[in-house]
């Protein structure tokens, strides 16, 4: 595997000068705004566990919340244990609320693909089922020009062994998780799955992004 960090880099200073527009024809994308003007702004991901996801979301200079939480099916108001059978559609999401003065969405999502193995269908390692696929939910046509071009660039520099199967939609509906599942591996950072899966994760993480880390982390 190529340099992931270095491509990514590079099409970060790429793609500030240089939009590349590719609309899927089996998703309409024609009523997502061209572009968000507020602040915060939001990006939606799916990256497996988000636990995971969080924890090391929360890590990044500018993002000033991450809920974890369900979104891209089609039951309303889905529990913990209804999305994990797998036949809610739903996808374990982060919604990433963030100042884009301070850090911007390529950033994020230049972070989005070192986070998490953006090949593996339906699963991130042994965590297995549509509810840990790989997915970003785009909020706006701008979004959507930058996601479509860091995906085709990715494979065209053949980054990864196999192609990104990262679904891209429309951000729809998003349904914050339980209370206990925000945080979750600050208030439960000694059980085994955070031990054995998120820690190691979300050390690689921070040294990758060392420089854009919050004060103190």
Same mark, same amino acid.
């Given at each position: ?11 970060? +200073? ?48 500018? +993002? ?107 951000? +729809? ?45």
């Amino acid at each position: 595997m190529k340099n992931l960090y270095i491509i990514l880099v590079a099409l970060f +200073v790429f793609t500030s000068c240089q939009g590349q527009e590719k609309q899927s024809k089996k998703t309409d994308f024609s009523k997502l705004p061209a572009k968000n003007t507020a602040n915060p702004d939001t990006a939606t991901f799916a990256a497996g566990c988000f636990w995971c996801t969080e924890a090391q979301f929360k890590e990044l200079k500018g +993002v000033q919340q991450v809920v974890s939480g369900y979104t891209g099916g089609w039951v309303a108001n889905p529990s913990y244990a209804q999305v994990c059978t797998g036949n809610t559609g739903h996808a374990e999401a982060t919604n990433i609320i963030f100042d884009p003065n301070v850090i911007s969405y390529d950033k994020l999502l230049e972070a989005f693909f070192v986070a998490h193995d953006p090949t593996q269908l339906n699963r991130q390692g042994n965590d297995v089922g549509t509810q840990y696929r790989s997915a970003i939910f785009v909020h706006s046509k701008e979004q959507l020009d930058k996601v479509q071009f860091y995906i085709a660039a990715l494979n065209k520099e053949k980054v990864y062994n196999e192609p990104i199967v990262t679904e891209v939609m429309p951000a +729809v509906v998003f349904y914050p998780a339980e209370d206990y599942h925000q945080d979750y591996y600050r208030l439960n950072g000694k059980e085994p799955y955070c031990q054995l899966v998120i820690k190691p994760k979300l050390e690689k993480f921070k040294r990758i992004f060392s420089k854009v880390l919050k004060e103190g982390e």
